[in-house]
């Protein structure tokens, strides 16, 4: 086999091995896919310095995260139907971030759901959270996190309304899978994916089937949201949220710097600069091009994290310079999943952090501390 050296081999074999419409909605976005092509292109434009001759013999990507010890400064975001890019996904892709050394977040809208996951790990992972119209589904989600002993609440504010992605609906993409040809015959033609995910413990979304009266029967995210999310949720809310979860909370989803103020008054431990990987405002400005903005009006009153194209530790480095304290990264460890399970889930961690630390001995840094503005060439 040609080894995998960089996200986009992972992505080209997940390509080839996972059913179009589940690939697709993880590699899309929405609308015209501006936003989610600005992202990747805002960083790629972003330079390095390159810096000789200084000591970089000793150096380490360690750094911590919400107060706990990481190897880098990477968490894996939550990604909804991870599930469907292989079975048992999320338990997978967690074990491999877990034996990494880094943060996993589970989605509200995963296949596996929070006990599945926290049966088969040993260390606590992060839960994101959706808030929907159900108040009473919302507190014994939360009771639920709690009682797996989730260590942080990451809770989503930027998808109350869907942003259509036009791919998930030319693609009849529902979990199960639609009954039509065209994906029959996509199926056909992936043995190993349908028989790791008839293998797996569930085909439905495991955190919510059973859970929500009268939407039993509902198998495609859109229907979920529109029937579902509430697009009334306001900043009471958030404190609705964390006084219930009386544990870290990560607000993700913040792209304006008055938003990120407010943020940063509400006693999150966290904020996650992101436009949900281009999938929900098409025509909002890259992650990357708001993240300083939103750095410099902040200072170190909130950990900042960033998503949006990390696909790399240039990436990533470029995220830190700009003011990120971590990164969370969501289809790079989707392709390394969807390739090969969670030995593609730890190939894509092992990509990006031996790129972050060649990265740092190239541009003469010892620490990911020490990364800053004086480390970029141009922007
Ligand atoms: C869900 O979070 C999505 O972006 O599809």
């Not at 759901?113 to 959706?130: H, N, T």
């Not at 939407?215 to 979920?224: D, G």
């Amino acid at each position: 086999m040609t080894p995998m050296t960089c996200i986009e081999d992972l992505r080209a074999v997940a390509r080839r091995k996972v059913p179009r419409a589940f690939f697709e909605y993880a590699e899309g976005g929405a609308y015209a896919e501006e936003t989610l092509r600005a992202n990747r292109a805002d960083l790629a434009r972003i330079k390095l310095r390159q810096r000789v001759l200084v000591d970089v013999g000793d150096r380490s990507a360690k750094t911590s995260i919400l107060g706990e010890p990481a190897t880098l400064p990477l968490a894996l975001a939550p990604i909804g139907l991870c599930g469907m890019q292989h079975g048992d996904g999320e338990i997978l892709a967690c074990r491999a971030a877990q034996a990494a050394g880094i943060p996993f977040t589970l989605s509200t809208m995963s296949i596996c759901s929070i006990e599945d996951v926290a049966g088969a790990v040993d260390k606590p992972f992060w839960f994101q959270l959706y808030v929907m119209k159900d108040r009473g589904f919302i507190r014994a989600l939360i009771e639920r996190a709690k009682a797996a002993k989730c260590s942080a609440l990451v809770l989503t504010v930027d998808l109350q309304v869907l942003g259509q992605r036009h791919r998930d609906i030319k693609n009849g993409m529902t979990v199960p899978p639609q009954v039509r040809l065209s994906n029959l015959i996509d199926i056909a033609t992936k043995p190993a994916w349908a028989l790791s995910v008839l293998r797996g413990k569930r085909k439905t979304f495991g955190n919510i089937a059973g859970h929500i009266k009268g939407m039993e029967n509902v198998n495609s995210l859109s229907q979920w949201i529109s029937g579902q999310f509430d697009p009334a949720l306001n900043w009471k809310d958030v404190e609705w949220v964390a006084g219930l979860w009386g544990g870290k909370l990560i607000i993700k989803g913040i792209l304006d710097v008055e938003d990120a103020r407010t943020a940063a008054k509400t006693g999150a431990a966290a904020l996650v600069v992101s436009n949900h990987g281009g999938r929900q405002l098409d025509g909002a400005p890259s992650s990357i091009s708001m993240l300083p903005k939103i750095a410099d009006a902040l200072g170190t009153d909130i950990e900042i994290m960033f998503d949006g194209g990390v696909r790399s530790g240039q990436d990533l480095f470029r995220a830190l310079a700009l003011g990120a304290h971590a990164c969370l990264s969501g289809r790079a460890y989707i392709y390394g999943l969807g390739a090969a399970g969670g030995t593609g889930v730890a190939r894509a961690i092992e990509i990006i952090k031996n790129e972050l630390d060649v990265t740092m001995a190239l541009t003469g840094v010892k620490s990911v501390a020490k990364i800053g503005r004086q480390n970029i060439a141009a922007i």
